[in-house]
């Protein structure tokens, strides 16, 4: 049933989010030409052909420097609708479909509501990393319009030896490198769902009052941040108390050691938020619901 509830939500959501990701990745690459247009290329030996159309177009000066700052600008505007789109549609797809008039219909299906909460929360995660990825790809493509020689830069970017070596050099220096990133990006993905599932507790709990609902939602959102603040200020007063006092806190291995433990440390800690979040939201929604 989770999948069927993930569908319609994705369903909803791409109407609304495809299309500023077009936006996004459409104004990068404009804006990468005019900035290949107004870069200086006379002092660079090596040009590649993808950006000798642009010194042949020879356009005036002022022109290319306008034509510039307005792209960029716009390309500006567009990220920044990307994230408040982002944003808007996480909180709306929850407290609407779960608080509001729509929730009398979601609750009347033959799901659970941890179900519904679950279903909510995947697809917010995977939207939000499809932001993050167009918002980097459109960063990386106004990157090759700074450069004299993007074809070149690619190739070597591309190169299978290149990364071979790297991962060469890496395991000779960091034999645990591999376990090192896995443990950060279980820790990206964790401490990721347990946000969003902050805000959804957040909005659950400021549902419970009568009256100001919305402003109590984030009043809550507010005063857990500054629980969680306060909690993670004590333990890194103590990680400090703890490294000062080892006598050999400076050497590589034992350096290795504490970002190991720190890591795994993380991850329990957000595990830990997540599973308290969603345990929250869900007790709000299945007893205290109040959708008057």
């Known amino acids: 049933?989770?999948?069927?509830?993930?569908?319609?939500?994705?369903?909803?959501?791409?109407?609304?989010?495809?299309?500023?990701?077009?936006?996004?990745?459409?104004?990068?690459?404009?804006?990468?030409?005019?900035?290949?247009?107004?870069?200086?290329?006379?002092?660079?030996?090596?040009?590649?052909?993808?950006?000798?159309?642009?010194?042949?177009?020879?356009?005036?000066?002022?022109?290319q420097h306008i034509f510039t700052f307005v792209m960029s600008l716009a390309y500006f505007a567009v990220m920044v609708a990307l994230f408040v789109l982002t944003v808007v549609i996480i909180l709306q797809r929850f407290y609407k479909g779960l608080l509001c008039d729509e929730g009398y219909l979601m609750f009347t299906l033959p799901v659970k509501p941890w179900q519904l909460i679950t279903s909510k929360g995947i697809t917010a995660f995977v939207m939000t990393i499809l932001s993050g990825i167009v918002s980097c790809i459109s960063i990386f493509i106004m990157m090759l319009g700074s450069l004299p020689y993007p074809l070149k830069f690619l190739a070597e970017l591309f190169s299978l030896q290149n990364w071979v070596r790297i991962f060469g050099q890496l395991n000779e220096t960091v034999p645990m490198w591999g376990v090192y990133v896995l443990e950060f990006i279980i820790l990206v993905i964790i401490s990721s769902l347990a946000s969003l599932y902050q805000i959804y507790a957040s909005m659950a709990i400021g549902h419970l009052a009568k009256k100001n609902r919305i402003l109590m939602s984030v009043v809550a959102y507010v005063a857990i941040s500054m629980i969680l603040s306060f909690v993670g200020g004590i333990f890194g007063v103590f990680s400090a108390l703890t490294i000062q006092s080892s006598q050999n806190y400076l050497s590589i291995n034992a350096g290795e050691a504490f970002l190991h433990a720190l890591l795994i440390f993380s991850v329990i800690t957000s595990i830990i938020e997540f599973v308290v979040f969603f345990v929250i939201t869900e007790r709000i929604l299945s007893k205290k619901l109040n959708l008057e």
């Open 1 to 63: 049933m989770i999948k069927k509830l993930c569908k319609y939500e994705f369903r909803s959501i791409f109407r609304t989010i495809i299309p500023i990701y077009i936006v996004v990745i459409a104004v990068s690459i404009i804006t990468s030409i005019s900035i290949a247009m107004n870069v200086d290329y006379a002092d660079v030996k090596y040009v590649d052909n993808s950006v000798q159309w642009a010194i042949e177009m020879n356009l005036p000066y002022k022109l």
